[in-house]
């Protein structure tokens, strides 16, 4: 069974940079990630997701530019460097394993989140 822990988010001001974790244990990490966010009211929202060994990314439009996905395979750590953050960015910030797909239900791992509050 896969665990996923998030860390990172925080109350911050709009500009301003932030970098979540995701360390994952109880299996291999050679899995294909995401980093999904979810506002009160809304669905869950596909941010970015990388291959296993890295060299494939993706993002939605509305971060591109500003959060950048990022892995250490060795230290079994997803990242995700989010710059000039937006009062829109502010959410709660899930990584999954198991898909690079943008559709939430391909992901079968999921972590408990960690909350991003961006005031303008």
């Known amino acids: 069974q896969l665990q996923l822990v998030e860390s990172g988010g925080g109350l911050v001001q709009a500009g301003d940079s932030l970098r979540l974790s995701c360390v994952v244990s109880?299996?291999?990490?050679?899995?294909?990630m995401g980093w999904f966010r979810q506002s009160p009211g809304k669905e869950r929202e596909f941010v970015a997701a990388?291959?296993?060994?890295?060299?494939?990314?993706s993002y939605t439009d509305s971060v591109k530019g500003r959060f950048t996905i990022s892995r250490d395979n060795a230290k079994n750590t997803l990242y995700l460097q989010m710059n000039s953050l937006k009062p829109e960015d502010t959410a709660l910030y899930y990584c999954?394993?198991?898909?690079?797909?943008?559709?939430?239900?391909?992901?079968?791992?999921w972590g408990q989140g960690t909350q991003v509050t961006v005031s303008s």
């Open positions: 109880g299996h291999t990490f050679m899995y294909t």
């Open positions: 990388i291959s296993w060994s890295g060299g494939s990314t």
């Open positions: 999954a394993a198991g898909s690079m797909n943008t559709r939430s239900q391909t992901y079968p791992y």
